[in-house]
């Protein structure tokens, strides 16, 4: 039996803002399962595998008894900016994979004989309802994990161990959202299908980071100013209205200064300067300008037209295809 006390100074030390102790049980099954069979997991074929770990941690750590479910907050400022909040600065999960080792370390230190499993995003661990049933927030009604300390601005990771805590969260805060439904009515594609569901095939998130084919049209004219990731379900939510300075760590980089048309007309030296250790990288030098020509012609941008007349004899067949039909939109 491990004192919570000395697992959260722990994960403090190790920069996690929150910190939070869940017992390692299995997860109702329906609520993912009917979210694959309704293919609200678009292409994202890895989220139909490996089902039994995402429900079932013993699955990934033989003997589990203790989820320990981590956050940190991410948002830095309140410029808009074409770029999501979470992939403005130093790729997140580098960020939280550091902070991971640095918990592990002290955890094999102070405990020895404990194993563990560490994971930020890509694992197969739903992230969300550790993070509910360890008391750090509640799921709103966006599908976001909502803080009481830092809104939703925050992301997540997991550590799973086999050993027990003295004290557990005994479930999600409350949920304040109410009658509210402000991010329901403001998603520009209708993505949030209903509450705390998002269809992810119509939602700009998947669309500009994951689908690396060309974007469904009716979901390009909901692009403006949008060109990574998307805020919109976040920016309106009143539970994020009171935002606090994220550590340093989560700072912007210089590409997250740059306007649409700017990151369309990127060069490759541009790129080379400014992506590296960023999130960005998932979505690469061409499918970020494909989505900087799709945002200009949802912005009927005309100033744009000389840059989008250059990328329409681009290399890239999926660039060309995005700023001919941006073009179309400049009338
Ligand atoms: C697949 C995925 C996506 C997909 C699908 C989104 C979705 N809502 O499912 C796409 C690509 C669209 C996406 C977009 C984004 N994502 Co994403 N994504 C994931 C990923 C990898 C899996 C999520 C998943 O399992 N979905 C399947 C559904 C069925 O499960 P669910 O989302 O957990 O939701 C259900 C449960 O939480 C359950 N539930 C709620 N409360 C409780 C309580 C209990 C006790 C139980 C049993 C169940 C339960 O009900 C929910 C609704 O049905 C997670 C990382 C991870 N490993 O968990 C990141 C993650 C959810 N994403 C994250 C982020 C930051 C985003 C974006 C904000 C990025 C952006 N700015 O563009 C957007 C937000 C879009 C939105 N409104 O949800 C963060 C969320 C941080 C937060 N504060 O919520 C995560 C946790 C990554 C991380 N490590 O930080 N994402
Ligand atoms: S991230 Fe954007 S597109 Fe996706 S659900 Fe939220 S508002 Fe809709
Ligand atoms: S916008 Fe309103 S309904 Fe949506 S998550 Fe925030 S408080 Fe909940």
Redesign the pocket.
Known sequence: MIPSGRLRALAVNAGFDLVGFARAEP??PH??G???AQG??AD?DW?SERVAE?LDVTALLPGAKTVIAL?CNYWRSDDAGPI????RGRD??AT?RDRLRVLRRGLREQFSGVADYG???????????H???AGL???GK??????PEFG??????TMIIDAEVDEYAT??TADVCGRCSL?LTS?PTG??VSE???D?GA????Q???NDRSVPERLRLAMPNLV????V??DVCPLNATPIRAQARFEPRAVAQASVLELAAMTREQWDVWAPGMALMRAGFDGLRRNAAYALGAMKALEARPVLERLVADGDHRVREAAAWALTQLT
């Open positions: 997860i109702d609520v993912l009917d979210w694959l609200f997991h994202l989220m995402r956050a999501a909040r979470y992939a997140y999960h939280m994971s930020v995003d890509a694992n197969p661990v739903m992230e969300k309802v993070a509910a049933r927030g509640f799921v966006n599908a976001c994990f909502i803080t939703s601005w925050v992301v997540l990771a479930g999600p991010c998603c993505a949030i705390r569901v998002v992810a939602c700009l998130s998947y500009t980071i994951e990574f990731g998307c805020d379900c976040q």
